[in-house]
């Protein structure tokens, strides 16, 4: 093997090296970039701080530095830690976890235009929110934003109960449980609007901005559960990586190869569903990452899925932080982020596209 | 076409033939009934209304029009203003959709495709809301048909820009699609924009355009996005074999002769402009174009042959039914794609579940 050559004159071998070593290389360069944007996105605010103490002020908090109250490094360590950092880490985790289960939806489904809503996740939890906020019907009696985001977790859980429990009484193929998917979001989504008709002014403009998603007041508690779920998911969705690769031969070869497809399939929309579910309880409905950022993955390092899976976490939190940023530096906070993302992220996807169309065969 | 051997032994239930013909006929008699029950309740739905007008009345007040010309009383000018063309918009514009989501699905090879994959419909809801927010009219046809015009040019841009790349180079059908996404994310972000700086009144009237209604048409219109779609859909059914083999694969159509991009393209450009048509009058009703062709393919199979002409009957019957029914729930009429979805999701659910045939694409 190692002396059979390739077109470009060296050995298969040193090839493999070094498309493995480009793989590392992209991860490597975003995680630097994620780095600097974080630096970068700390200074933004009212209070101006320098961008190069950005990173000496977080490693004195993580150290357990502590400054007298009411001095500048107080107000600084305040500021960054307490107000800016947890919507900037926010950012990241949503994106990471959007990006990773769009990543593996698109693999199982075998479709590149599947995302983590596909399965009807987000109209469910959309429902469930406008629920709250219209009507002011909520579990657990509490009306609010805990409410809201109750009412969000359970109802986009219900789609994927229906299709756990349709797998039982008919074959799930990828096109079956998409063609589900789309039935019970139409539903949601219709239902939705039956409740928003009628709704004063106000109440529609809250469902609204739920329905566009948000970043904005992000506290400390409210990133536990997304970051717990997003650390347990991506280290679930590493180990079976392999698995996804296999699945993409198609149903039949997955089987030969050992993999019983279907219920692959099944258990793992399972874990995207709660972790899709976790980020939009908190954030609304944030498009556009979920199914581009896999994408741009793909084009610089291929489809081989242990790479894709972790580059996408990155890829994803890089992006939606990215855009976070200019919205904040730029035009005030009224402008949603998804439409932020997908103005700017748009042009530079479709020029992507075009570069490489011969890639975008549908090899997922 | 008959093959000689099947004569005199045509009642052997295990013969593939027998059974290739049966299903043809099955097809065949689908198309037929669907059809029927389409124009059917097309004119039934001339009677439903809001204002109480007789059953039989109604279609005497449409005769002695025909025969006798107008006479200008109420209930004429409700039938003949409101619902003829209430119930024609809604026939085409189900069986365009639809037929135009039957194609897509084929040629692009993907379940979730539907008439407005390739950003139509964000275009055409950037030209609205130009429209109605900013009051901007790119033709100079005055404020009436603002909203018009503006949508059904700006739904064609997303076309415009897959044209131009697939002639630069042969795109795949998964980069068509990408790029349709892509265009689709960067003008409804524009739209959202947009949406902020609008009153509370220009947002109400944006939010009912995209939901699409069919109540606000005349006659001429309706006739107008008739003609449009009888002539797109008869150009895209010549297409029908190319559209089996694009189904396939690009490399099998190849084969066999057919070339995958340009049929693709000249595929894309007709459908683009049948819904954009379609659009510009109704804004964007969504469900039809895309479950419609998914629950005849559960009841006939995806041969495009049959699928594309049942799928548009299916579509006309199913926005006619649904259209009736927005019209006698509720003192304001609930918006017909808001109907169609509620009752449309639950029976394409049972299709999916009960039917043995599955859809595939």
């Avoid at chain 1, 698109?106 to 009507?135: K, R």
């Avoid at chain 2, 109420?74 to 085409?92: C, H, K, S, Y």
Wanted: hydrophobic letters at 55%; one cysteine or more; proline letters at 4%.
């Amino acid at each position: 093997m190692e002396y059979i050559e390739t077109d470009n004159g060296y050995s298969i071998v040193e090839e493999y090296n070094a498309s493995i070593s480009r793989k590392f290389v992209f991860m490597g360069v975003l995680v630097v970039a994620l780095f600097l944007v974080v630096c970068v996105a700390c200074t933004i605010g009212s209070r101006s701080i320098d961008v190069l103490s950005i990173p000496g002020i977080l490693w004195n908090h993580i150290l357990g530095v502590t400054y007298p109250a009411g001095s500048v490094g107080w107000w600084d360590d305040y500021i960054v830690w307490d107000v800016r950092l947890p919507r900037i880490l926010g950012a990241m985790v949503a994106g990471a976890s959007l990006a990773i289960c769009g990543a593996a939806v698109q693999s199982l489904m075998n479709n590149p235009i599947a995302d983590p809503y596909t399965m009807g996740i987000s109209s469910g939890a959309c429902f469930g929110a406008v629920l709250a906020i219209i009507v002011g019907f909520s579990f657990g009696n509490t009306v609010g934003t805990f409410g809201i985001t109750l009412n969000a977790f359970i109802f986009g859980m219900i789609p994927v109960a229906v299709v756990l429990m349709l797998s039982r009484v008919m074959r799930m193929s990828p096109v079956t449980l998409i063609l589900v998917g789309v039935a019970i979001s139409q539903f949601f989504g219709s239902i939705t609007t039956l409740v928003s008709v009628g709704a004063d002014e106000e109440t529609l403009q809250g469902a609204y901005l739920w329905q566009v998603g948000s970043l904005n007041n992000f506290v400390w508690d409210d990133l536990t559960l997304m970051t717990i779920l997003l650390v347990m998911g991506s280290i679930a969705l590493y180990v079976v990586s392999w698995k996804f690769n296999v699945i993409s031969l198609g149903d039949d070869n997955a089987k030969a190869l050992g993999v019983d497809a279907e219920k692959f399939r099944l258990i793992s929309m399972a874990v995207l569903a709660v972790m899709t579910m976790s980020v939009v309880a908190y954030t609304g409905i944030i498009g556009f990452v979920g199914i581009i950022a896999p994408h741009v993955v793909r084009y610089v390092i291929g489809s081989d899925n242990k790479f894709v899976i972790p580059a996408s976490i990155l890829a994803g939190a890089l992006l939606l932080l990215c855009a976070d940023t200019v919205s904040r530096l730029f035009i005030a906070e009224s402008i949603p982020v998804g439409a932020m993302m997908a103005f700017i992220g748009g042009p530079v996807f479709i020029y992507l596209v075009i570069r490489k169309n011969s890639m975008f065969k549908g090899a997922y | 076409m008959r093959f000689p051997s099947l004569v005199g032994r045509a009642d052997r239930e295990g013969d593939p033939r027998v059974l290739y013909f049966k299903g043809i006929a099955f097809k065949r008699r689908f198309i037929l009934i669907v059809g029927i029950i389409a124009v059917m309740a097309g004119i039934l739905s001339f009677s439903v209304g809001t204002y109480h007008i007789d059953f039989v009345e109604t279609y005497r007040i449409i005769w002695d029009y025909l025969a006798t010309g107008p006479d200008g009383t109420v209930n004429e000018r409700i039938v003949w203003e409101l619902r003829v063309p209430r119930g024609i918009m809604a026939i085409f514009v189900g069986g365009g959709l639809a037929a135009a989501g039957c194609v897509m699905q084929s040629m692009l090879r993907n379940p979730l495709a539907d008439p407005y994959t390739t950003g139509v419909s964000s275009g055409a809801g950037l030209g609205a809301s130009m429209a109605i927010v900013l009051g901007v009219s790119i033709l100079p046809l005055g404020d009436t048909v603002s909203v018009i015009s503006n949508a059904f040019l700006m739904s064609l841009i997303p076309a415009a820009i897959i044209l131009a790349i697939s002639s630069m180079k042969r795109i795949t059908s998964t980069s068509m699609i990408l790029v349709g996404i892509g265009v689709m994310y960067v003008f409804s972000a524009i739209t959202q924009m947009l949406k902020l700086i609008a009153t509370p009144t220009q947002m109400e009237e944006l939010y009912r355009w995209q939901l699409g209604s069919l109540s606000e048409c005349t006659l001429g219109e309706a006739f107008l996005v008739g003609v449009v779609v009888v002539l797109c859909v008869s150009a895209l059914y010549r297409y029908k074999n190319h559209l089996n083999l694009l189904s396939i694969g690009d490399d099998p159509s190849l084969t066999m002769g057919v070339n995958p991009w340009r049929t693709r393209v000249v595929c894309l450009v007709i459908v683009s402009f049948m819904t954009a048509v379609v659009v510009s009058f109704t804004g964007t009703i969504g469900f039809v174009g895309l479950v419609a062709p998914q629950m005849v393919r559960t009841f006939i199979g995806s041969d495009n042959r049959y699928l594309l002409p049942a799928s548009m009957m299916f579509g006309a019957a199913f926005l006619v039914a649904c259209d009736v029914m927005s019209r006698m729930i509720g003192v304001g009429g609930i918006p017909v794609g808001v109907v169609t979805a509620i009752i449309g999701s639950p029976i394409f659910l049972y299709l999916l579940v009960k039917r043995s045939r599955k859809p595939t694409i």
